[in-house]
T-cell receptor, first 107, second 112 residues
Framework: KNEVEQSPQNLTAQEGEFITINCSYSVGISALHWLQQHPGGGIVSLFMLSSGKKKHGRLIATINIQEKHSSLHITASHPRDSAVYICAVRFDNDMRFGAGTRLTVKP | DGGITQSPKYLFRKEGQNVTLSCEQNLNHDAMYWYRQDPGQGLRLIYYSQIVNDFQKGDIAEGYSVSREKKESFPLTVTSAQKNPTAFYLC???????????FGPGTRLLVL
């Protein structure tokens, strides 16, 4: 069983829609990361969270430490947001990665 | 420009052959990592190095080997002992271990 679960696995949206991707984890963590993987395979770090909420442009990430849950929101989605979004958690000396959510935004 | 480079982008391996994937960074990062990505699964750690001339096994080190002779370079060798090498391989680095990791563009390895 993966220690990091993401939902949904796949998500298709129309341009302009509000997107939510969820991440749940099963162990105590020191930090949670949201990563974006482009179709070519390259990965970019979007956020690192240990509590509360962070915002960058149209992206918002929240974390609830007590519930072991994080969400990534995209407002006013655009086709260029199409990518795989990966949740990763750090605990002790290890990083654990979710399987990713494939987002497709149609024009 | 600072960053991480991986080469080649695509690599083909014949049965019984060892192949080496290159990873270079000019970010002056101490720590470097190798991950394997398979469809429908999260990234899995193969090896990591916190400092030059030192490296540690990750979760799936069997069939792989690494070296860290220079700070900027962390090559991964996929040996013939790795029976299922077809995957996407990602290299990453961080200023120090446990800090935010920066990823390379990846190498896709295919078996002929």
């Amino acid at each position: 069983k993966n220690e990091v679960e993401q939902s949904p696995q796949n998500l298709t949206a129309q341009e302009g829609e509000f997107i939510t991707i969820n991440c749940s984890y099963s162990v105590g963590i020191s930090a949670l990361h949201w990563l974006q993987q482009h179709p070519g395979g390259g990965i970019v770090s979007l956020f690192m969270l240990s509590s509360g909420k962070k915002k960058h442009g149209r992206l918002i990430a929240t974390i609830n430490i007590q519930e072991k849950h994080s969400s990534l929101h995209i407002t006013a989605s655009h086709p260029r947001d199409s990518a795989v979004y990966i949740c990763a958690v750090r605990f002790d000396n290890d990083m654990r990665f979710g399987a990713g959510t494939r987002l497709t935004v149609k024009p | 420009d600072g960053g991480i480079t991986q080469s080649p982008k695509y690599l083909f391996r014949k049965e019984g052959q060892n192949v080496t994937l290159s990873c270079e960074q000019n970010l002056n990062h101490d720590a470097m990592y190798w991950y394997r990505q398979d469809p429908g699964q999260g990234l899995r750690l193969i090896y990591y190095s916190q400092i030059v001339n030192d490296f540690q096994k990750g979760d799936i080190a069997e069939g792989y080997s690494v070296s860290r002779e220079k700070k900027e370079s962390f090559p991964l060798t996929v040996t013939s002992a790795q029976k299922n090498p077809t995957a996407f391989y990602l290299c990453a680095s961080s200023i120090q271990h446990r800090e935010t990791q920066y990823f390379g563009p990846g190498t896709r390895l295919l078996v002929l």
